[in-house]
């Protein structure tokens, strides 16, 4: 069964504005944004509300900026605010931008319980809800844009044992947030690379609470000793918990011995791939994804269906969700300026100190 209307399946054959704009007004507090100056202003008002600063630096230094330019070429009047991490802050944010009168509503939920309390209530006003990178199980949007979040997991299971090669070898699994169901389709798609390769043994496997950094430093050691340091790959699901694990294995002398892999591209997340301690990232263009959510938000907006690439199935209920599925790209030492060129990052934050000489090596400038 369909959560909506039924819809026509339409090819996404590229993003409806260009998203060079320079970003206008910052939207950061309870008043949002005029219209650019773009094109004509849509009738209607954008809220989104990103998740934290926390579990990865993209919210604010990728998607809010890109959301921004896109809302902006638009000319559509938005609110961008971020719930810091606490669930009860993003339901009295979603009450304020309801009552400041926006049409739609996208979120990147904390947790699926809260985030479809969210959207019954943004219903029962009137407006239309969006998930944004994350689905909510038992919501009720109307749209879910993100990037395939089973292949991203793939990406992952595939660059770690492109890293690690043919060799019997102890593998660690460091999986994101139980709450979060993009977490569990990493893992997912993570497992079903690595699960049918016989000389791969799982030694140890712990999902991280709210993807919390120190948190994943903690578990990983404890995973690390219970196996009495006989790891040689570490699946961890991003950029951050990447980093958990590079910092215990440097403290064991095994940084760079042991392939790590990660996502997001974010800053540090590329710095370790071009030292050698991390094996790759996955990259998810945040303009892309910005994009993808403005097109269907200023859809919404103007009364219109949105193009969409398909449905994703929520699993608590078997619904389908029409969805914008983007395609995520595995990087390694040998293509991390193909981040750079795409604007993802920029080379003076990438390049810096020790790391200029590495990204000379890597054809960065």
């Not at 004509?40 to 998607?63: F, H, Q, Y």
């Not at 559509?76 to 304020?96: H, P």
Request: net charge negative.
């Amino acid at each position: 069964m369909k959560r909506k209307h039924s819809l026509v399946l339409v090819p996404l054959l590229g993003l409806s504005m260009a998203l060079t704009a320079c970003g206008g007004d910052d939207s950061s507090d309870d008043t949002g944004s005029d219209a650019g100056s773009g094109s004509e202003a849509a009738a209607g008002k954008i809220g989104v509300i990103l998740p934290d600063t926390e579990s990865s630096v993209r919210w604010e230094s990728a998607d809010r900026p890109a959301l921004e330019a896109a809302f902006d070429e638009a000319g559509v009047e938005y609110d961008i605010q971020n719930a810091e991490g606490d669930a009860e802050r993003m339901t009295q944010i979603a009450d304020t931008m309801i009552g400041n009168g926006v049409t739609v509503l996208a979120i990147v939920n904390l947790d699926s319980e809260s985030g479809a309390a969210i959207q019954e209530k943004a219903a029962s006003q009137g407006v239309a809800t969006i998930d944004y990178d994350r689905l909510t199980l038992g919501g009720s949007a109307e749209y879910y844009v993100s990037f395939d979040n089973t292949v991203v997991g793939e990406l992952q299971g595939q660059g770690l044992a492109d890293c690690l090669g043919d060799k019997k070898a102890n593998i660690v699994f460091l999986n994101g947030s139980p709450t979060d169901n993009n977490a569990t389709l990493f893992a997912e798609g993570a497992h079903s690379v690595l699960d049918g390769m016989s000389n791969y043994t799982v030694v140890g496997e712990q999902a991280v609470p709210d993807w919390d950094n120190e948190e994943a430093a903690t578990i990983f050691q404890q995973l690390y000793t219970a196996a009495d340091g006989k790891v040689d790959g570490v699946l961890a699901a991003n950029d951050g918990l990447g980093g958990a694990a590079i910092s215990i294995l440097e403290g064991a002398g095994q940084d760079g011995k042991v392939p790590v892999t990660g996502q997001d591209a974010t800053v540090e997340g590329l710095q370790n791939v071009l030292a050698g301690t991390q094996c790759m990232t996955v990259y998810k263009s945040a303009t892309q994804e910005a994009g993808a959510l403005a097109d269907v938000a200023i859809a919404l907006v103007n009364g219109e269906d949105a193009e969409v690439t398909g449905t994703t199935v929520d699993s608590s209920d078997d619904s389908e969700v029409p969805s914008i599925l983007l395609e995520p790209q595995a990087i390694t030492k040998d293509n991390v300026g193909d981040v750079i060129s795409d604007g993802g990052q920029k080379a003076e934050d990438v390049c810096t100190g020790d790391f200029a000489d590495l990204c000379a090596e890597a054809g960065i400038s």
